[in-house]
């Protein structure tokens, strides 16, 4: 298994010592470092940025959020930062949810399948630059050919030529069809709140996809890329406290009430009552309230925290479930210091 640095996005403002956590993740002999997006930082700036300083370590997004930009946008970003980088460039796409894509974005956010099976598609045809890139599906039409076209769109190819064909593309994705989705046309799964207990479930999404006709990969050169706080302590409790706040944020808070896919996926681990408890409390202003509502095996089942022995345990559980590559989410550099014998071994 080979780990990668999930730098995630910003809040309020710029972290201080991420620069300084790439350049020691490169170091560390760690594989990838990502970054995300949400309402606020983009992910393919920072990303360009601290990899700048980087030679080896492969440069990824985790995720950026398909309705943001065009597909061939995205294309554009990814090929650039591909030859900026050498070769080094991971693509990672995922939806979004309602909230963010009509209230952030203003784009519509039905039929999610549909929109990531061709924006995908369009994206490899510029990678390709086989041809001169079209697309006849509703959502996004190459030429552009509704009623208020001008008609004077015409179908075109890259004047970049693309550092890599095959660059690799990842999904977010949480649900059993956007699983399935995922296993069919990309080439890895970015995986957020998985839990190893749950393996079984998430194959069989898997060789749904993989079964399917066309399917890109195969289970043996498929990536399943798992975002996990790993955290070295002696006091488990406290980091336990520290997390359920964040928690209760993303399953009680994000999204609209009757549609937060971080909640389902707490639901399908058997939280329903929990979830729904947390909800209530956190929609409802009682924040602190619907923190001390989160379990702690809730926190445990997507997360690594205890001491050196309980750690090097947990990774080789992960491991046996089938992920490839541990996204590993730290706070500072001092943390980071205490996993990098444990990482690195």
């Known amino acids: 298994m080979r780990f990668g640095l999930q730098l ?10 991420a620069q ?3 350049i020691a993740a490169e170091e560390a002999g760690f594989e990838a470092v990502f970054t995300a997006e949400s309402w606020g930082s983009d992910a393919f700036t920072p ?4 990899g700048s300083s980087t030679h080896r370590v492969k440069l990824g997004t985790s995720v950026v959020q398909l309705s943001a930009r065009t597909p061939t946008a995205t294309a554009m970003a ?13 693509l990672g796409l995922g939806v979004s949810g309602p ?21 995908v598609d369009i994206i490899r045809q510029v990678l390709a630059r086989e041809g001169k890139v079209t697309n006849a ?5 190459l030429p552009y050919n509704r009623s208020d076209a001008s008609g004077l769109g015409k179908p075109l190819k890259s004047i970049t030529h693309p550092l890599r064909a095959d660059l690799p593309i990842w999904l977010g994705a949480e649900g059993p069809k956007n699983v399935a989705l995922t296993a069919e046309i990309a080439d890895g799964w970015l995986a957020i709140y998985y ?16 079964a399917r006709p066309g399917a890109r990969r195969s289970r043996e050169d498929f990536d399943i890329a798992a975002t996990a706080q790993v955290i070295l302590t002696d006091d488990p409790q406290a980091e336990l406290d520290r997390l359920r706040p964040f928690m209760a944020l993303y399953i009680g808070g994000m999204g609209a009430e009757e549609l937060n896919f971080h909640a389902q996926v707490y639901r399908r681990m058997g939280y329903g009552e929990q979830v729904d408890e947390i909800t209530n409390l956190f929609r409802t202003g009682r924040k602190e309230e619907a923190a001390a509502a989160v379990p702690d095996q809730l926190i445990l089942d997507t997360t690594i925290i205890g001491d050196e022995a309980h750690v090097r345990e947990q990774l080789l559980v992960w491991e ?23 990482i690195g071994s």
Do not use: C
């Open 137 to 141: 599906g509703p959502h996004y039409p």
């Open 20 to 22: 300084e956590l790439v």
């Open 78 to 90: 990814a090929l650039s930062l591909d030859h900026l980088s050498g070769g080094r460039a991971i």
């Open 99 to 119: 909230q963010v894509v009509e209230g952030w974005y203003g784009q519509p956010f039905a039929k999610p399948l549909q929109r990531t099976r061709e924006y």
């Open 195 to 210: 839990t190893p207990r749950l393996a079984d479930m998430y194959n069989s999404w898997l060789d749904e996809g993989f």
């Open 320 to 342: 046996k479930a089938g992920v490839t590559m541990m996204l590993v989410g730290v706070r500072d550099a001092e943390q980071f210091a205490r996993l990098k014998p444990i």
């Open 8 to 17: 995630g996005y910003w809040g309020q403002q710029p972290p201080a010592k």
């Open 47 to 50: 990303l360009a940025w601290w």
